[in-house]
């Protein structure tokens, strides 16, 4: 589970212990973690904290080496780890730097965490699930939020380029993609203009909803009940809004 320190990652260790899971929880924010950790120690769980920043391709090996010896063996890949960055800003404003960090959490470090994670899953064998946590904003983009719609999308991509390749491997992928969610990450943030999200839930109802799904062959993962009018909305702006060739059947 990365970026386990805080909002969705913290409700999912939380709701993956209390069914019964030994969670590896890792976050780069070591205080943060281990106070966590603790907490769900306290309760009983199961869990093992790792100080670990996901965009760095060793500490990713690193992880995943510790968590195959913790666990002995891993059913469920959460990445989840991510980063806001610059809200507001149109895409010629925000510094080159603060685009390229965006990305590296939220696209980056995904990639690694899969070229680190599912080869050693295939050698396990057996059923597994890797879950990304991508975000409606790989779908629905307001303006001034390029760096993070733009990861998000790129994240999408990722995740449904392993979802083919992973193909009858028994190795599942879900998208798991919400809408606001209560958590330190928006704390402060109003919605990008025309995004058009108006509605938020609690980081449980996320983890619920994970929870409910593991296993299952369900790839895209909406968490908040305005998505199906916000994809409604993405697939009409695109007949709104293409050049398309009439389909051979339009023509019959
Ligand atoms: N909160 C929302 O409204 C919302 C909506 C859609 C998607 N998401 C996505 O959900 C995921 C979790 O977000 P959240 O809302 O729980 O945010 P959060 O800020 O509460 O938690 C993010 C955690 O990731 C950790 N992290 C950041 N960079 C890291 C790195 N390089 N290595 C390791 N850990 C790192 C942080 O320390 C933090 O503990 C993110 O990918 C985010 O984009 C959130």
């Not at 059913?75 to 603060?98: H, I, K, Y």
């Not at 057996?126 to 303006?143: K, N």
């Not at 209560?182 to 938020?200: C, H, I, L, Q």
């Not at 593991?214 to 199906?228: E, K, T």
């Amino acid at each position: 589970m990365t970026g386990a320190a805080s909002g969705i990652g913290f409700a999912l260790s939380a709701r993956f212990t209390r069914g019964g899971a030994h969670v590896v929880m890792a976050d780069m924010d070591g205080e943060a973690l281990d106070r966590r950790a603790a907490e769900l120690t306290a309760r009983g769980a199961r869990v093992t904290a790792v100080t670990a920043d996901v965009t760095d391709p060793a500490a990713v090996e690193q992880l995943a080496d510790t968590a195959f010896d913790a666990l002995g063996g891993v059913d469920v890949v959460c990445s989840n780890a991510g980063a806001l960055g610059p809200v507001g800003q149109p895409l010629w404003e925000v510094p080159l730097e603060r685009m390229r960090q965006v990305f590296e959490v939220n696209h980056w470090a995904r990639v690694l965490v899969a070229r680190a994670l599912v080869p050693r899953l295939l050698k396990q064998g057996g059923p597994a699930h890797l879950i990304h946590t991508a975000s409606m904003s790989a779908f629905a983009v307001g303006s001034g939020s390029a760096a993070y719609a733009a990861s998000k999308h790129a994240d999408l991509a990722l995740a449904r380029s392993l979802r083919a390749d992973l193909r009858g491997t028994g190795i599942r992928v879900s998208v798991l993609c919400p809408g606001r969610v209560d958590t330190p990450m928006v704390e402060g943030v109003e919605a990008p203009r025309g995004a058009g999200g108006d509605t938020s839930v609690s980081a449980e109802d996320v983890a619920d909803l994970v929870w409910d799904v593991l296993g299952s062959d369900r790839f895209y993962l909406f968490s908040n009940p305005d998505a199906s009018r916000r994809l409604r909305e993405h697939v009409a702006d695109i007949w709104r809004h293409a050049s398309i060739p009439p389909s051979a059947e339009e023509e019959l």
